[in-house]
């Protein structure tokens, strides 16, 4: 069975594993064994939750026949299962010094191949024992017992308590003569079967080892690689990457545990949807009462865009004839630096050819797709695919990029984005380093170099590998959970130190580059600034009409000083004469622009027609997703009007045709579209004799692209129903 693990546990409760163990005196051999037992439970629970494990006492009083009884069946492992661990060390001592250790294994491997049967899952057996037990097996018998164990094709590991803490089997001064012959027998089956024997101290480090979940690899696409509509390539994918989710967790009643009556704590959630009743609402009812909505009268709805499209059943019978069939069909070729890697959406999958042997021509398909892969490599493309990973599901765009390794080729499947997923955000401009600043950063960042970290010894090492940096969050999830399953009362624990080392900043790594930290600060001062002066006060209508209103009186003041001082009050001089406009801001233009042509005491009409030209312009390539097209075509249709009445029909047409010719296609086709639905066309001879195109000319200078612009509309109404039958599929 694929993924799948049988574990039998045999843990001696000899009277010897009672007494204090060498290496912790506040602890026993039993808190120790049991804490491997338990730790071992905990893996089991939280990352292999497919394993079965169950366990075995010897060394006992208790046992009906010799010194090992069956405590808890094979069955997945559970909290009920980890607390057993804490009921083993209140029972009662044992007479006996401690169990026989080969004769528990062989009734271990029994009740292993019992439970198994025909299946197949990985079998294996734990021995947690400190061997002071006396055993009956002789070295022949011991060989015959690892024989058996080898054709029951179970996994052995020895955990020694106090005892064989070596690799020679030669007999320890410090061992009773019990533990000698145990160690004896011990390497003789080692030798002759698969098994290890780990020291208590080791077992416990290597189970207190952060872990990620394991998930045996499934193939997710089994189907063909279509290149050609002659060339299909067999393949399969398999995940090789992938985002762990926070694990789902489920609602649990604490009042259940007061009720005798409730046979469990699990709380179910049943919504229900309710309405008001639209006759009290004509009514105006104050104690309006909400009905239910009966389950068959509800219909289901899509979001499309802001708006949710209800869709009835007859509807949805229908939508069913759209469906995507499973496939990964080839698009193109493109070069590998076309495709930037921060484009890859989701986690990345690994396509191989077909490797089942007994399939038809499967080394033709792995020949082809060898071929496929060196191409791409060689060449430095990627194929971009349509790729359906199953019957149904939504098509997704990818990427297939070669990868050749000493022994296999594959291609890297990554999801790409399209339009609808990219989003472009708008930062404000950094000041720009100097030459100075950008050394002093680089040396900062070379300092900072975790390949070259240095332990207590003075060696180098390389920090936080990603084999041995794991998620924080679901870690300290973990160790939270735990710890209030068998601590309900008590506080959360604090961060386990191995988390905390590598999520806060390493102080060795800072030290070393103190100096170019100086650097950083001398080269970079932080100036304070009062938070106050951010602080933009609230503004009101009143106090702006208000404001307006003196600055109108002001400026009435202060022209009748102004006509004091001359003496000629019947012509005073007015702010409009004493600061004439000579410059069309982006602020106002067309005021400016009004002002600029009104201007008596000075031609500036050519000097206004070229600025505004210039304003419009700046409009155009400068919006923002189209902000300023319309504030650009209103300069425009002032700048026409001002043309007719200057004679200078010939320069308005002559930049309406650059207009045309730079803005009508592309990025910047939205504005022209504005320009054509408003009519803004060309000055014809019949509005000012200066003009040099006739009435017809200007009708026909519109007449083409409108009639895109309508085929245009046409077109993406069309593509509009088309999306949301998509998005309702």
């Known amino acids: 069975m694929a993924g799948k693990e049988c574990i039998m546990v045999l843990l001696d409760v000899g009277a010897s594993m009672h007494e204090k163990y060498s290496q912790y005196e506040d602890k026993t051999r039993l808190e120790v064994g049991a804490e491997c037992l338990k730790l071992l439970i905990q893996q089991k629970m939280l990352f292999q939750k497919s394993h079965e494990v169950g366990l075995i006492l010897f060394g006992s009083d208790d046992a009906d026949a010799g010194d090992a009884f069956l405590a808890r069946g094979i069955e997945k492992t559970d909290l009920n299962f980890a607390r057993y661990t804490d009921e083993i060390l209140e029972a009662e001592k044992s007479k006996l010094k401690g169990g026989d250790i080969f ?7 029994d009740a292993l191949d019992d439970y198994v049967k025909k299946r197949k899952p990985l079998k294996k057996a734990f021995v947690i024992t400190n061997g002071a037990g006396a055993t009956s097996y002789s070295k022949d018998k011991v060989v015959k017992l ?14 020694t308590i106090d005892f064989c803490e070596d690799d020679e089997a030669d007999a320890d001064e410090d061992q009773t003569p019990e533990q000698n012959k145990n160690q004896a027998l011990l390497h003789e089956f080692v030798r002759n079967c698969e098994a290890r024997i780990f020291p208590s101290n080791v077992a416990l480090s290597i189970y207190k080892q952060f872990r990620s979940r394991s998930v045996y690899p499934v193939a997710q696409y089994k189907g063909t690689f279509d290149i050609g509509p002659t060339l299909k390539i067999q393949v399969l994918g398999y995940g090789k990457t992938k985002e762990e989710r926070f694990p789902s967790l489920k609602k649990h009643s604490l009042l259940a545990k007061q009720s005798k009556a409730a046979a469990s704590g699990k709380v179910k959630l049943n919504r229900e ?26 219909i289901r709805g899509f979001n499309y865009g802001k708006q949710l499209v209800p869709v009835d059943e007859n509807l949805m019978e229908g939508l069913k004839k759209y469906k995507a069939e499973k496939c990964m069909k080839l698009l193109g070729f493109a070069d590998s ?82 339009v609808e997923d990219l989003r472009d955000y708008q930062f404000n401009s950094l000041k720009e380093a100097n030459t100075q600043q950008m050394k002093v950063m680089g040396d ?30 679901l870690q300290y999830f973990y160790q939270c959970l735990l710890y209030r399953a068998f601590n309900e009362d008590n506080q959360l624990p604090m961060l386990d130190p191995l988390i905390a080392g590598y999520v806060r900043p390493d102080k060795k790594v800072f030290d070393k580059a103190q100096l170019y930290v100086s650097n950083m600060i001398k080269s970079f001062p932080l100036v304070e600034k009062d ?6 006060p609230k503004v009101y209508w009143r106090d702006i009409i208000q404001q307006e209103t003196e600055n109108v009186q002001n400026k009435m003041a202060e022209e009748v000083k102004v006509s004091e001082r001359v003496g000629d009050k019947d012509k005073p001089i007015t702010f409009e004469e004493e600061e004439r406009v000579r410059n069309i801001g982006t602020s106002n233009p067309i005021s400016d622009f009004k002002k600029m042509l009104g201007d008596k005491s000075e031609d500036l009409a050519s000097k206004a027609i070229e600025q505004m030209t210039e304003i419009i312009r700046k409009f155009i390539t400068e919006s923002f997703q189209g902000s300023l097209y319309e504030k650009a075509l209103q300069c425009l249709i002032e700048l026409r009007k001002a043309c007719i009445d200057e004679d200078e029909a010939p320069a308005f047409n002559q930049f309406l045709s650059e207009l045309k010719d730079k803005y009508s296609k592309g990025k910047f086709g939205p504005f022209w579209d504005k320009v054509v639905n408003d009519a803004v066309t060309l000055i014809s001879k019949d ?15 519109l007449l083409a692209q409108d009639e895109k612009v309508q085929s245009k509309t046409d077109d993406m109404k069309k593509q509009e129903e088309k999306d949301l039958m998509a998005d309702i599929e």
Request: hydrophobic share 40%; net charge negative.
């Open 103 to 109: 004769a528990a294994l062989e009734t271990g491997l």
């Open 146 to 159: 690892a024989r058996k164990t080898t054709n029951l094709n179970t996994k052995v590991n020895f955990i």
């Open 273 to 298: 949807s309710y309405y008001y009743d639209d006759e009290q609402k004509k009514k105006g009812d104050s104690d309006m009462k909400m009905v239910i909505v009966e389950k068959e009268k509800a």
């Open 337 to 418: 630096k076309s495709v930037p890697r921060h484009y890859f959406l989701n986690g990345v999958d690994m396509i191989i050819p077909v490797q089942d042997e007994s399939l038809p021509d499967t080394i033709e398909h792995k020949k082809a797709f060898a071929a496929l892969v060196h191409a791409m490599f060689e060449l430095d493309k990627v194929a971009i695919v349509r790729f359906v990973k199953r019957d149904n599901n939504p098509p997704k765009l990818a990427v297939l990029s070669p990868h050749i390794a000493k022994t296999y080729e594959c291609l890297w499947c990554n999801i790409l984005p399209t």
């Open 444 to 473: 900062f960042i070379d300092s900072l170099d975790l390949m070259a970290c240095e332990d207590d010894e003075g060696e180098t090492f390389e920090a936080l590998k990603i084999n041995e940096t794991f998620n924080p969050v």
């Open 531 to 536: 938070i106050t002066d951010n602080k933009t």
């Open 687 to 701: 509005e000012n004799k200066t003009s040099n195109a006739s009435l017809e000319e200007a009708r026909k200078f």
